[in-house]
Each structure stands twice: as C-alpha cells, then as structure tokens.
C-alpha cells in the first residue's frame, strides 16, 4: 500500500500510471492464430480446443439439449436472482433508445437521426475458475434490445468439452442466438472472418486475458469494431468522515479480489479515515478465500490525502477511475467536478458490486485511464445512429446560395452544380 | 461503368467490395515518424515540415495576428455562407444532448447517465488544392457545444509557411483554442505523444491521406481514441420513375469528383431510369474542371437493376453506403428497411451536397461499408457518458440478495461481502 500525502500535480501522472499492458510480443502468435483459423476453419478451432483447453469437441456448436439441461442444474435462487438482474439491466438500457426529434435547421431543411442495430455482434465470455454469467447479461440485454439479430456467444469448454450451466441458463435468458464451444485468440479470430460454424460479426465484445486482448485489437486492425480497449479492473473511493470505513474497505477487497493487477485507490480529506480505513482492510482481508490474491493487488493500492477538496477532485480526473465510489458530505462538488470515470456509486449504500450485478447500470467501463476518452457500454455500442435530411425547394432556395459559395471556395464545381441545377429547376 | 441486372445475392459481397486501402507497407515508415516525433519534438516536426511540404516554419503556432488577417480576404459572401453552415450544424447538434433522465430499476435504486466532453480534441485538416475548411465546421462545432477544452487543429502549410485564409477564418469561427502549421503523420504523431508547443490529445478526428490514416491507426495502437476507419468517399442513389435523372447525375458527379478512387452507385427498378441518367451524367460531365478525376471514379461506378424492391433494399444493406439518396415512390419502405447506411439524403431537392456544407448534419461519416457497425460524427463523439447510481437502504435490500446470490456463483466472494456487510448493519 502506498500512502501519499497532498502530492504535488507534478506527480499526479507517475502515481496515476497504470502498470503497461505486454501485447507487443504476442503479435506473431496472435497473427499466426488468425492466419490458421483463416485457412483451415472449424478444424483450427477443434485443434486450438484440444492444445488450449485439452478439450476434444466435435461439435462448436452448443445443442439445444444442453442448454435445456442446464436449467436444471441452476438453483432456483439463482434464476430469481438473474431474472432480477435481467429485468433492471432491460429496464435501464431500454430507457436509452434514441428518440426520433425532428429538426428544421432552416425553413423547408429538415434532419434527424434514427437508430439502428448493427446486425452481428459477437460477445466473449473467458471461462477459467469463475463462471461470468454475469457479463453475458450486461452484452446480450443491450444487445438485444438494439434489435440485433445474430448474438454469437463464444466461451472455451472445460477439460470435459462442457459449458458452465449458468452461462448456458443465463444466454438463453438473454436472447443470445448461439454459442459455440471455442475459447482465446481463435475465438476472436473466428468471429472476425466466420469459419464453416461460426459466422462473422461486425462488432466483438467481452473482457479476456491476453491473449484475448491483443486478439481483439488484431481483429480492430482487419475491420471489426471492439466494445473498447481493456485493462485491469479499478476502483476510487473518495471517503470523507461520512464514509463507514467497514464499506469502504469491503468495496476495495471486492475490487482487489479480481486479480493480482486490479487497481485499488481510496483518496480522502482525512488522515484518520485513511487509517480506518486501511485497519478495516486488514481485518476483513484476513477472512476471504481470495485472500492471496486481494493481498497482491492491495500491495499497488494507492491512498491519497488531499487537504484540499478540489486538488482531490481533479486528482480523480487525472487518475480517471473505472469505478468510482463518492461517499462525502461534499457528493454535489465531486459529482458536479467529475469529468473522467467510467460509473459514479454515491453514497454508504451503493457498493460497486451493485453496479456489477444487478442495478442495472452496464459493468463493461473503460479502465487504465480510458475513461478520459470512452464511455461505458450503453445501448449505443450495439446501434449506429444515421442522419436523415429532406430538403423541400423553400429548403434548397434558402440554404443553396451557402453550398454554392462554399463548393466553389473549396473547388468543388460538381458539389455546387448539384445545387444550381435544382435552383434552375425551381425557378423555371 | 460497371452494369448488373438483377444480379444473384451470391454475388452482391463481391459487387458491393471495395478496393483495399494498402496501410501495411507504411508501418515502418510511420513508426519511425512517430519515434522521431517523440524523440525530437518540435524539432522534428520542423525538420518534416521542411522536408515534407517544402516550407520552413520557425514558430508552429498561428499568430493571433495571422488569425485576424484571415478575416480580411475573406469574401462577405462566403463569410455569410460559413455563419449560415455554423448555425445550422450548431443546431442540428445541440438537440443531441443527452437529457438526465433518472431510473428506478427497483424501489430504492436510481441510475442515470451524464454526458461529459473529451476534454482534449485533435482536428486533422488536410492541405492540398482544395481547403477543407467545411470540415472544421463539422468537427470542431460539435465539440464546442460538447464543452471540449481544447480543440487544437492541425493542418500543413503552403510553401511560404502560411495556411489557407478560409481555414483559420473558419477555425476561429468555431472555438478552436489552437491552430498549427504542421501536417501530415508527424501532425498525428505530435497529437498521441505532446510536444513542446503541441498538446498530446485524447481522440483525433477528421480525413487525410494514406499517411494520416495509417497514422490514426497507429496512434489508436497506443491508445490515442480515433473517429473512425478511412476510406474514399461513396454515394449510392436510388432512383425510380419520379427521379430527376439531371439531378440524380450532378449527385453522382459530385461524389465523383473527391477522388479517381471514389464510390459511385445508382440504383433503380428501371433499366430506362439508369440509362437517362447514365447520358445525364456523360453531359453534364463534359463541363466539370474536375472532369479527369470525376472520369476515372465513374470507371469504376456501378448501375445496378433491380425488379424487385425488397432485394434492392438488401443490396443497399450489403453496400452500406456513406451517403445514401432516395427519390422513390417507395420512400417509406426503402427508409424503414434501410439498415446499414452513413446518412441518408430523400427526395429530389436534397443533394448530398447539402449535407457536406450547410443543411446541418455532420459530413464525417463512415465509408468502405463501415456504416454497417459504425455511425457518422454526432455530438456524442465528443462525450462520454457517466451512469451513475445511488442505493438508499431500501435499494440494497431489494437487490442486496440477488447481489450476494450471484457473487457467490461467482466465486466472488468479497463482492458478496460488500453487500452483507450493508445489510447487516441495516438490521441493526
């Protein structure tokens, strides 16, 4: 644990930088995956599996029989509880669609937008110890209602060739339209250029290790959209003495307990909430089964005290956290000043895990420092947004002398033409 | 001119390619630029400003003073024409704003979203014959009204050092907190690293040559954001019967004429309409200035015919057309089935030029058939959207337990701690 005590801005971007990502060196792999999965389809996928995952698989595809069986290994507990989460992730992204307004920009020069889905999009879910159920959720909901009309889901089988139940339950839950045993690079290398089963996609989604990471961003290069760049996740708490500190140190076990690289920062006005802090980490560290992991993470965290309420509030920008939980007296200041965070938690009762479950705000957000430039998932990532415009002749009449003006300033003849032969029309 | 008749949908991805942009070959030469940039700094871009555009420039910055006698050889009319431009792009884009609008997923739990500007913006600008300065109006209006901080606009000199009067007229129209005398990848690069007179950015936006966009994409690599791919610009036109073939042509030359590599279609349910306005456009073509360029682009322009509407309107889809025109009877179905295009142009009296100067939607938009996942510039390109959420203690208790059940599954189990903690001090 760092402990940093009113740090001058000269040091603001040292403390802020977060550990670099290696993907360099992965280049030749990842190319040579893609290159393999390009040439030889399904039969690189199936050879990957059995190397990778020591999985044998005959068929990529999951069967409608497994998936039917997987409801009945999923408590009825945990269908209520995802129903829930369903039902709040539903209700907050629907709220987002786009409403059609109509502008008259200038008499008889009307414009507007209207949204649509893009068409196939693929969603990731990595496998390993942890099921995440969870992310499928946050993909397919908004996904689903953009009016998508493939949702690929990909996610590596275990040693047995099989799926986790829950996520089977969960994307046939969410409208997911079919899932394919195959995991890594080569997931992604399939859903960039389709393979006999899997089908190409326009846009790739879903958090990943490595490998997964350098593979989404290859695919970037050949014309597919990613959700956005990923990193280790990362959690601010800015916790003044209306903070309880048990919370707040429980939200930053819960943040450290995701990975050894997960970034973990509490900034306060206060030495002594700090310190309360940091004693209610020890003590409820001590009881996790991640323990080991949460400790490694905790030994990069960073607490910060500021005197000064706006040095810590532009501190916050500059560090442009992933989460951030504002527990302050001061709450209208901070979220008034916040610029860059991917989700804003306010108050004692609304613990990140909240936000990462089932309050219905998306989980996937920008991390090391992106929120500065990116937005979390939304029901925009899964539509594009065009503009429609109609022109009546009062409409060209008025604003046609300006686009001729302005082609021919630019040298445009033929832009301006197109304008003065309407004009001659009318006016005949 | 390329011509087809119905032709089968095995065929459309074929028809419907377009040539690829070659990036690969450059690398090497844009690594180098962007090391020496990052090494060098100003000097660096001096040194390729010589080098490159033939100029020596002393001081990168344009002088207030360069700025203000701008104004002076400036036409009133095109000053008038620019004002009209600004206002209505300024309009159609301030109805883009997100509204704050408050959810209650559950009782006790709220979530929303704010909109916050990318603090720091870079504009491109390329030079050459033509000044683009239509673009700057594109670019920098949106992130004027989105609250960007800095809006630094490159673009490179002519050969005495000096920027097109147009550009800086039009720049300091719009915001724009800083203008440079520097083009090309050494412009993309001083925007990723900083130099000493150049800020580093956070998103580049607008066009430029082979060089720029590789660059863009190499900038993107070390997690600069971009607007989006390049490619050469594209129109497709679909026409019937209630067409104007004259003015159907001027459209399609006035597409024609941005480049030799540019993308013209037509497209009609009548082989009578495609040849009326085929000898439309060999007229009219005669007496362009741009006429060798517009020649080689309509080389390679297709006609397409089709007796079944459904099957053009797929067709349209597959194309996914950066600026699409519809005069047809059969507006409303070709609208509502129109999936997959940049923006959309209806009825005779609305010439894409009027979107590529003053009717008020953007002109960035996406080509190569990008409009199938990705929408042209809006003002959300120059935001991010936050969510936020707060739980009162009612809230955690409503999804608390879901929280904690799904944490679980997981294997997460200070998430789940995070919750119980809350909820047993409630019971208290």
């Known amino acids: 644990m760092k402990f940093y005590k009113n740090p001058p801005k000269s040091e603001w971007a040292e403390i802020c930088s977060r550990p670099a990502l290696e993907s360099g060196n992965l280049t030749t792999i990842i190319e040579d995956i893609f290159n393999t999965v390009a040439t030889s389809g399904d039969k690189a996928l199936r050879d990957y599996t059995l190397k990778f995952d020591n999985a044998r698989i005959s068929e990529l595809l999951v069967s409608q029989e497994e998936i039917e069986n997987a409801a009945a290994q999923i408590s009825n507990e945990l269908k209520v509880s995802i129903a829930l989460a369903i039902n709040n992730v539903r209700q907050f992204h629907s709220a987002q669609k786009l409403e059609r307004t109509i502008i008259e920009t200038s008499p008889g020069v009307e414009c507007w937008q209207e949204e649509r889905p893009i068409e196939k999009v693929g969603l990731y879910i990595p496998g390993g110890s942890a099921p995440l159920f969870s992310t499928i959720i946050m993909l397919a909901v908004p996904a689903q209602i953009a009016g998508c009309k493939e949702l690929v889901l990909c996610t590596p089988p275990d040693k047995d060739g099989n799926i986790n139940p829950a996520i089977l339950y969960t994307a046939a839950q969410t409208g997911v339209t079919s899932i394919f045993k195959v995991g890594g690079a080569q997931a992604i290398a399939a859903l960039t250029y389709g393979t006999e089963s899997i089908p190409a996609v326009y846009k790739l989604f879903g958090p990943g290790n490595q490998y997964v990471t350098a593979a989404k961003q290859f695919a ?126 306010l108050g004692n009762y609304s613990p990140e895990s909240a936000g990462d479950y089932a309050s219905g705000t998306n989980h996937t957000l920008p991390t090391s420092g992106y929120a500065k430039t990116y937005s979390g998932l939304s029901l925009q990532a899964f539509t594009k947004k065009i503009t429609f415009q109609r022109l009546t002749t009062q409409g060209i009449r008025t604003i046609g002398p300006a686009i001729e003006t302005m082609a021919e300033a630019e040298g445009l003849q033929a832009h301006k033409n197109a304008v003065t032969l309407r004009l001659n029309e009318i006016k005949k």
């Open 220 to 345: 970037q290069q050949k014309g597919v959209a990613i959700d956005m760049p990923a990193g280790p996740s990362e959690l601010l708490v800015y916790a003044d003495e209306t903070a309880n500190p048990a919370f707040v140190a429980s939200d930053l076990l819960s943040q450290a307990e995701h990975g050894p690289d997960s970034q973990v920062v509490c900034v306060s006005d206060s030495e002594k909430v700090l310190k309360m802090v940091q004693a209610e980490v020890d003590a409820q560290l001590a009881l996790l089964p991640r323990k080991d992991i949460a400790e490694k993470a905790l030994a990069n965290s960073l607490f910060v005290n500021f005197d000064v309420l706006k040095e810590a509030s532009q501190f916050i920008n500059e560090y442009a956290p992933e989460h951030l939980i504002i527990c302050s007296e001061n709450e209208k200041f901070l979220v008034k000043n916040t610029l860059n965070a991917g989700s804003v938690f």
